[in-house]
């Protein structure tokens, strides 16, 4: 059976399918919120703005989102950054990070450093390369913006996103 959506279609709207859904949780906290009463209103207050900030999170990604084509495996699990690739590959422990970076010079990679081991570049088109926003997250200062910027071309080729603050001696 033929499909009603074009293929082109059909995999925009996959791509863009988490804001979609976030923006539709926010839609439906806003009518709440401005029609209902009592105990309901609140609810939707509290979707809307959960929906929003959900929405804010999700396009970030999508627009960094990619095919999956690229070089090799990327996979986050319990704070620790694995790569698999056909020429080797590494792992490290999020808490170890000094500093991340965002080449956006062909082929696009991020680039992590870590106490005493040799940078880890990933391409940000692996499978999986998206999950790196989220483990990031948790890191204090990071910029994304900076990374999104520099992939649209921007902003610099390279790009540290976040550096690990220095402990001072008081």
Known sequence: MKSLIRPDLRAALWHWREPMVAGAAALLGLWWALTALGLLRWAGITILVAGGVLAFQAVRRARFRS???????V????????????SGGAALSIDTLVRVEFDARAPRA????????????????????????????PLPGADFDLAL?????DGPHLSVIWTKPRRRLH
């Open 149 to 153: 910027r520099a992939a649209r071309g």
């Open 110 to 137: 991020w680039l992590f450093h870590s106490d005493g081991a040799a940078p880890l570049r990933i391409p940000a088109d692996a499978r999986g390369a998206e999950t790196l926003f989220d483990a990031l997250a």
């Open 75 to 86: 996979e986050v699990d319990e704070r620790q950054i694995t790569y698999f690739a056909p």
């Open 67 to 73: 095919d999956g084509r690229g070089l090799g495996v």
